[in-house]
């Protein structure tokens, strides 16, 4: 079945520090990708998607571009901030018909100051 | 407004009694879910529900029965409480189906603690 693997965590980063977190699938149909974050004591909220192959999806700073090649969606972020600390989850639905998201394990991200 | 609410945010319970979270949303949506969080923060889907009707059921124990009254509710009845159900339950809802791409909004969630 359709699978999402992240980079194990905790990641812990100084402020303005480059960010990669990584994450590969494995999906038998044609997903669409997503990437979310969780703040401490809240839901899940969307960060950034794309919907087909070698689309980039931005928002705050973060970016991933979906690659069919490597099936990877890695996120990344320039500089990073003490705000961002958060778990950060991918994820994919599979457009075959499982109508459902599958999540990674989830990657919690601390950045000190 | 809160897109999507639940309640309660909060629930401590002893083993074996029921209880039931509610889920409601007000963005219009069609399509409702019912996600499990452990405490190692996996999160794995229990149901779906697209306009009332049930598309997804993840291999959840009967004890767990959803229940969609209208389009802007999910709820979720749990009978005969295990240790094990401690987790967080989170509501989701999106526009379309899952399949298509469509972006999921997330409840706050509710603490379930069976003692």
């Known amino acids: 079945g359709d699978s999402v693997t992240q980079m194990e965590g905790p990641v812990t980063l100084s402020e303005e520090a480059f960010l990669t977190i990584n994450c590969t699938y494995t999906a038998t149909g044609y997903p669409s990708l997503f990437w979310y974050v969780q703040y401490p004591g809240e839901g899940l909220q969307l960060l950034l998607k794309?919907?087909?192959?070698?689309d980039k999806g931005s928002n705050k700073g973060f970016e991933a571009t979906y690659r069919k090649e490597t099936t990877s969606f890695h996120l990344e972020k320039g500089s990073v901030q003490v705000s961002d600390s958060a778990v950060y989850f991918c994820a994919l639905s599979d457009g075959g018909g499982a109508q459902k998201l599958v999540f990674g394990q989830g990657t919690r991200l601390t950045i000190n100051p | 407004d809160t897109a999507v609410s639940q309640t309660p945010k909060y629930l401590v319970t002893q083993m074996g009694n029921d209880k039931s979270i509610k889920c409601e949303q007000n963005l219009g949506h069609d399509t409702m879910y019912w996600y499990k969080q452990d405490s190692k923060k996996f999160l794995k889907i229990m149901f779906s529900?697209?306009?009332?009707?049930?598309?997804i059921n993840e291999t959840v124990p009967n004890r767990f029965s959803p229940k969609s009254p209208d389009k802007a509710h999910l709820n979720l009845h749990i009978n005969s409480l295990e240790l094990g159900d401690s987790a967080v339950y989170f509501c989701?809802?999106?526009?379309?189906?899952?399949?298509?791409?469509?972006?999921?909004?997330f409840g706050p969630g509710t603490r379930l603690l069976v003692l």
């Open positions: 794309a919907t087909k192959a070698d």
């Open positions: 529900y697209n306009n009332k009707e049930l598309i």
């Open positions: 989701a809802s999106s526009l379309g189906l899952a399949g298509l791409g469509e972006t999921q909004y």
